[in-house]
């Protein structure tokens, strides 16, 4: 236990017992509930919208979120609050207004089958196997976060901490499936809260208010802005991650964001559990609400290291001269401020972070695979059948994870790609989907081609920077460019890629007639009336409040 | 059974906030009469205490409010 950031006493680990024990025993008792196939890989579409919102907003909250983003806010400052905010808060609100109508009415079981609904079988077998690939490599370096987080900052041996936690989530998920992950989820979403809600609490004490902590900050970091959303990014020179605002908007708000909120399996199917379609809608408005909250305890924590912890480093920095990196910012102020039995309730706030994020991958890869990968391969199977498959997805998913995390340990360079793989899978399925759900002349082919020209154009991008970095400036409009910079551009220039073609391809080939467009494309579907609802009750009142709070606290923190 | 019947997740939060609160809230009575060899930054606020029993008082209201025997009455 030596070397590591914090030691627990007793107390701390009877906390964090007791953690394990409580997500083990949920498992246990949610075993009875799950039944059928919609029970085990959708919960039974019986979620009520707090649940399903919390639960959507809490699959996100993973291993690189919690502190990874602490981390980016000691380095960039408040600019990593953009990924939160405009980065998040308009696609969550599309996804409820626009998109969740198809998704709940096509009654699909995932994103996948939404496209074999739409477009055919090729599109479903490409975005699934991407998909699945994407998600178990995502869940082995989740795990292998985990694990490293664990051993710098409780000394704990890396393979204890990889195998505790897979376990864990593989008897949970497996016996209950989605319903027992979502549980786990929403559990883990009050523990994370609870946990880290403490450290801008008594951070901003200590730092004497923000306007205090901003004086501070500009006098640790002279000549950096690092204290406005917007007022440093009119250049790609003006501010520390060498963006430009364009990038943020376009590239960012638009389809890094849209990309992953409205088409990323992992947090559409928490949503597609809801009970109705008025749930379906106001979950995401609700995990929206809860989103644009979750800088104060991830960004405002490196905010506050800045003002009171000035001296952290990069890692390679710290390894050479032995002190601490910014990457264990949050950690270090759990232990600055955390007495016993804080600190056991903070590292189980990370661990159910890092857990959640874990089953969230291994739920909905159970979901692909099983629906989109195994059964278009079978003649017929049954129901049950259908639910050990996926009991045996969840399983297999897991020891893939484990594979990647051993796998990751060894070759540690993987993670610098990981934001990467969501610009090859993610940005050209958003254009693939949104064409779909909002152009009845699509085609089939031009689907499947539009998807593929996307993917293999992102990932010819990405080589063409590694064997040529003179490319970054034709692709990130600038040599200066980051590689969360790069990776935003790359990823707006496959979405338009795949937009292109899908567009190119549909006015070359025969599109499908309208009769077998109904419930899936808008303008062929006739959607269900709201008038019913008082406006207090309706989720596009609820989306325009959630709108005016951004469009406030952007012009607040501007 | 059918999924109506089962305990509410809240009732599960209830619970945990109650062990925890519980937890945190002893160990910052015992930091109050035991002051710690190394105190934390700001030890004075005495933030187990207060947050303990924040934790504790939610805890005990998800517990009444969505325990499962009201349910079954």
Known sequence: MTGSIVSLGTIDILIIAFYFALVLGIGFYLKRFTKTGDDFFMAGRKMTSWIAGLSFLAANLGALELMGWSAAAYQYGILATHWYWIGAIPAMLFLAIIMMPFYYIS????VPGYLQMRYGNASRALSAVSFGFMTVLMSGINMYSMALVMKVVLGWDIHFS????????????????????????VLQFVLIWAGALL???????????WHKMVLKIQANFAGLDLTHLWRSIG???????????TGIVFGLGFVISFGYWTTDFLVVQRVLSAKDLRAAKMAPIIGAGFKMMVP??????????????????????AVATGGHSYNEVLPLMLARYAGPGLLGLGITALIAGFMSGMAGNVSAFATVWTYDIYKPLRKSVTDAHLVKVGRWATVLGVIISIGTAYLVMQFASIMDYVQALFSFFIAPLLATV??????????????????????????????????????????????NAKAMSENMYRALWSCCIAALVTIVVSFLTKPKPESELVGLVRGCTELPSEGDYKLYQRPIFWAGIVLACLIALNVVFW | MEFKNAIS????????????GTFIFGAGIYGLIVPPAKPVVLNELHAGVWWGAI???????YVVKFNPKKKKD
């Open chain 1, 199 to 209: 450290i801008p609490i008594i951070g901003m004490i200590e730092a004497g208010g």
């Open chain 2, 9 to 20: 997740i809240w009732f599960f939060i209830g619970i945990v906030l109650v062990v925890y």
């Open chain 1, 296 to 317: 104060f305890i991830v960004i405002l924590p490196g905010l506050l290291a800045l003002a009171v912890m000035p001296g952290l480093v990069g890692e390679s920095q």
């Open chain 1, 107 to 110: 009654k699909t079981h995932s």
């Open chain 1, 434 to 479: 949104l064409f779909g759900m909002l152009w009845k002349r699509a085609t089939a082919a031009a689907g499947f081609w539009g998807l593929l020209a996307g993917t293999l154009s992102s990932i010819g991008m990405w080589v063409w920077v590694k064997l040529d970095p003179r490319a970054l400036a034709v692709i990130a409009f600038s040599p």
């Open chain 2, 55 to 61: 934790l504790l008082a939610a805890g005990i209201l």
């Open chain 1, 162 to 185: 990889i195998w505790v936690s897979s376990v864990t989530v593989a008897i949970y998920v497996t016996l209950g499936g989605l319903l027992s992950a979502i549980f786990n989820e």
């Open chain 1, 235 to 245: 250049s790609f020179q003006g501010n520390v991650m060498g963006i430009h605002w």
